[in-house]
């Protein structure tokens, strides 16, 4: 009976080990799965933390990019526009200062501006003349040729400006004083304000081509070579009719009657040059530019009671 006991627990024994193994194997199973299996998601979220940088990386390249393209875009359109600008033609506000100071330096040698000049203090003589006459705040510029062909002549600038050409042999010959010289100048302001040398000069080809461009196009330079013709035939040859030259005594009248001293000096002056151009052939082109100081004298005296 006690060895019956004893097989019995010792098979018990036996039996009982393969069991443990076995539950011991499941355990270990269990536990690897659990490894493998965090291991894992930690690798997922690896994986995705490293999709969402590189993500946010091509973003930011995207951006910059983007940004570097803008950048280039807004030089490339600055330099086209440059470039495109270097074809303007002045607007109308500059186009007189253009047309003129190119003539001026296109007839330097007819006119012979460039020489050494002696000061007047023309300059403050005028401004102070024309402030008196009521005209402030008025730019210009006084510029003396060396030459009898052209008197004086007031030509266009820009707005609320005038340049004024004045012959040193022809104040010379006359001994004008600073006052007959102002008066000489203010006539040509008013004749230029007046508006009959921009009509006689302009064009419609002129007034289509002011303010333009001529990017890829042909510049019709005829256009300009015309103008500067007007320029010499009015400056140096044909000057202004009557009419115009009966409205610009009118007009002289009417504002120096205001002062008789200065408008007396006005009526001397025209007698002046009434004298010289009677005695002096070298001046007998002037009537014809400015026609003619015995007809204004006839016009302001008040016997001919023409105004």
């Known amino acids: 009976m006690k060895k019956l006991l004893r097989l019995a627990l010792c098979l018990n024994i036996l039996f009982s080990f393969p069991l443990l193994a076995a539950e011991e194997g499941k355990e ?3 536990a690897e799965v659990k490894d493998e299996g965090s291991a894992a998601a930690k690798e997922q979220e690896t994986i995705d933390f490293n999709k969402i940088k590189q993500v946010l ?3 930011q390249l995207e951006t910059q990019v983007q940004k570097k393209e803008t950048e280039t875009k807004k030089i490339v359109d600055e330099k086209k ?3 495109v600008s270097r074809f303007n033609v002045p607007p109308r506000e500059e186009m007189w200062t253009f047309l003129s100071e190119y003539w001026l330096v296109k007839n330097a040698p007819v006119l012979k501006w460039d020489f050494q000049k002696p000061d007047y203090g023309l300059n403050e003589s005028f401004g102070a003349f024309l402030e008196k006459m009521g005209h402030f705040e008025k730019k210009f510029k006084i510029l003396m040729v060396d030459t009898p062909n052209v008197y004086h002549f007031a030509l266009p600038s820009n707005p609320g400006e005038t340049i004024f050409l004045l012959s040193l042999p022809f104040v010379r010959t006359m001994d004008l004083s600073k006052q007959e010289i102002c008066l000489l100048l203010f006539e040509d302001y008013l004749r230029l304000r007046l508006g009959y040398f921009e009509k006689m000069v302009s064009s419609k080809s002129l007034q289509e081509l002011i303010g333009g461009n001529f990017n890829e196009k042909k ?4 256009v300009f070579d015309e103008v500067f013709k007007k320029y010499d035939e009015i400056i140096l040859d044909t ?3 009557f009419e115009q030259q009966f409205e610009v005594t009118r007009q002289m009248n009417e504002v120096l009657k205001s002062d ?3 408008w007396n000096s006005y009526v001397q002056l025209l007698k002046k040059i ?3 151009l009677k ?3 070298l001046y007998s082109k002037y009537s014809k530019i400015y026609p003619s100081p015995e007809l204004q004298l006839g016009w302001l005296l008040p016997k001919e009671n023409k105004l």
């Not at 510049?219 to 005829?222: A, E, G, S, V």
Request: net charge negative; no cysteine; glycine share 8%.
């Open 57 to 59: 990386k091509n973003d």
């Open 81 to 83: 526009k440059v470039d």
């Open 239 to 241: 000057g202004f009719n």
């Open 274 to 276: 009434d004298d010289l």
């Open 219 to 222: 510049l019709d330079k005829k």
């Open 28 to 30: 270990e199973v269990k």
């Open 279 to 281: 005695g002096n052939v």
């Open 260 to 262: 008789l001293a200065v």
